[in-house]
């Protein structure tokens, strides 16, 4: 039975991908969830919140909801360093990202993939990414290309080693977080590019890229791909690399959720949390360095039942996804 009513605002469109199927209404055991999202909708959310009527939860503070008793603020796709200086204290605000070198977050609100139907791989899958590649060395004490360069090495090694204090101790002198954290997103994206660079000289045209490259890596990107049904398309079948948020350290963001939603067989670079997530399962989706991603590639290229059986396992893991989000919007609005 329905007991509890709660409206999920976002007045931008693009988080309808980012939310993939938490961005649709729906019934989360006694919970139903109402998703008003889009520039129109979102004005009717404002009224509602206006009357009271219901819980509710706002993207990005867009638009910003004061009432910690009727509301909560989710901050996408960063930690709550992400969070204005104005708004960093109020104690409705939740995050869905975490990051291990900066503050503990003490409330983030994890999003699981909503599996609606089983997919099957490909006769012939292809190897999929999507994502950005930047590097920006005109701005004062960020990280130059020298030191990514002389680090290279250890890190496509060692995925995991830039989440780690020792490492960043080394290179990283300066007090400010902010610039600290601007250095941290050039070397997450600097291993995204090493790694990427790696698999297209294995892969050569079985690896499509969809995505800007603001570094111009000498290999070609398709053009970044919007449209939600696309993206799935794309996704649907395949085998897709993730190589994780350059914000910080998850397992489950928004692209590997849109990933397993879609029908893609995930594979993804450690996370802080791999262990606790993935369980059993992270021996055959999760890889910490650059030759066993290779590996398990061309092992799952070359054999589409193995690619099922790990497809399926994915699927099982999140087959009581609603019933955890459940648990999230219990305990983030009604304790």
């Known amino acids: ?87 960093k204290d109020l104690t409705n605000n939740f995050v869905n990202m975490e990051n291990p070198l900066f503050v503990k977050e003490k409330k983030i609100f994890q999003i699981y993939p909503i599996i609606k139907k089983n997919y099957k791989i490909n006769k012939k899958p292809k190897i999929i990414f999507m994502g950005k590649i930047f590097f920006k060395p005109e701005k004062p004490n960020l990280i130059h290309s020298e030191i990514l360069t002389k680090n290279r090495k250890e890190i496509i090694n060692n995925f995991s080693l830039i989440d780690d204090y020792k490492f960043w101790s080394k290179i990283n002198k300066y007090p400010d977080d902010l610039l600290k954290f601007e250095n941290y997103k050039i070397f997450k994206t600097y291993l995204r590019e090493q790694i990427i660079l790696g698999v297209k000289r294995k892969f050569k045209n079985s690896f499509l890229i969809y995505g800007e490259d603001n570094k111009k890596v000498g290999i070609d990107f398709f053009k970044p791909i919007y449209n939600e049904k ?19 350290s998850l397992s489950l963001h928004p692209r590997s959720i849109q990933i397993i939603e879609s029908g893609g067989l995930l594979i993804q670079a450690k996370q802080n949390d791999s262990d606790s997530i993935w369980g059993e399962l992270s021996k055959k989706v999760v890889f910490n360095d650059l030759n066993s991603l290779l590996q398990i590639l061309e092992k799952y290229c070359l054999d589409t039942k193995m690619c099922n059986q790990t497809l399926n396992m994915l699927f099982e893991k999140f087959k009581d996804s609603k019933k955890k989000i459940n648990i999230n919007l219990n305990k983030s609005l009604f304790n």
């Not at 139903?32 to 939860?57: A, E, N, P």
């Not at 004061?66 to 996408?76: E, M, P, T, V, Y």
């Not at 696309?230 to 910080?248: A, L, P, R, V, W």
Request: hydrophobic letters at 40%.
């Open 1 to 87: 039975m329905i007991k509890k009513l709660i409206f999920l605002v976002f007045r931008n469109n693009y988080r309808f991908n980012a939310l993939g199927n938490f961005a649709k209404s729906a019934r989360y055991g006694d919970i139903l969830l109402i998703v008003l999202g889009g520039r129109i909708k979102s004005i009717v959310g404002k009224i509602l919140y206006y009357f009271k009527l219901g819980k509710f939860i706002s993207i990005d503070g867009d638009p910003f909801l004061f009432d910690g008793n009727r509301s909560i603020n989710l901050w996408l796709g960063g930690t709550s360093m992400k969070i204005s200086k104005e708004h």
């Open 230 to 248: 696309k993206i799935k398309e794309i996704y649907q079948g395949n085998i897709c690399i993730d190589t994780g948020s350059i914000f910080g």
